[in-house]
């Protein structure tokens, strides 16, 4: 059964790393943390992967010394895979799809909502850690007990989208481009992921567990 969670927590990582990648093609906005990862990128002039890793290590320690309850395989899954598959779709798809269009970046952002919620799903129910930066809210929530885990959620994810936006700009970015970073697809991620991953779970994810017991 272990095993069964632990391949549902590979793939659902693997699933969400090609989904931000496709998020980075349709340019229409990334979920909050993947905005203050772009806008880290444009400043820091290392490979993403590499940064994801940095900066989730950071918020790993932070989880170390503030509480270890929320670490599992699956935070060190994330913390390793995640930003180097990102990475590697990006780059793939920049040599499949050259120059999209509008409706074309619009069915990329509608593909990468729903499979970052199917991904989602499957971390989720697996239940073997979570993210370091879902750790962040979670310690705020549940340990420093500093308000419920919906507001300071969204407290955390306003931080991450105003500091994104700020460093992209410092880094030497366009006011025009923010869109692309901080845009229509973080609002969807930030606020309405939430029945889709539940339709993921019910459907697909917790089927899954139940298949071999």
């Known amino acids: 059964m272990r095993s069964r969670r632990i391949m549902m927590s590979l793939l659902g990582v693997i699933v969400c790393a090609i989904s931000v990648g496709i998020f980075k093609i349709a340019a229409l906005g990334v979920d909050p943390f993947q905005s203050l990862m772009s806008g880290l ?36 899954i994330n913390l390793f895979l995640l930003g180097y598959i ?43 850690g979570v993210s370091t930066y879902d750790a962040v809210a979670l310690v705020i929530s549940n340990t420093w007990k500093k308000g419920k885990f919906q507001y300071v959620r969204i407290a955390t994810d306003l ?10 700009l410092i880094a030497g970015g366009k006011v025009s481009d923010i869109p692309t970073i901080v845009g229509v697809g973080t609002i969807i991620t930030a606020f309405f992921m939430g029945p889709l991953i539940e339709f993921f779970n019910v459907r697909v994810a917790r089927p899954m567990l139940k298949e071999k017991k």
């Not at 400043?43 to 509480?67: C, E, H, K, Q």
């Not at 799809?97 to 989720?124: D, E, T």
């Not at 931080?159 to 992209?168: D, E, L, Q, S, Y």
């Open 159 to 168: 931080v991450c989208v105003i500091a994104g936006a700020t460093i992209f």
């Open 41 to 76: 990128d444009a400043l820091i002039p290392i490979r993403f992967g590499t940064l994801y890793v940095i900066v989730n290590v950071v918020l790993l320690l932070f989880s170390v010394i503030a509480d270890r309850h929320y670490i599992g395989i699956a935070t060190f």
């Open 86 to 128: 990102t990475d590697f779709t990006y780059e793939f798809l920049q040599t499949v799809i050259v120059n999209p269009n509008m409706i074309v970046r619009v069915i990329c952002l509608v593909v990468g909502v729903v499979i970052i919620c199917f991904g989602s799903a499957l971390y989720m129910t697996a239940d073997l």
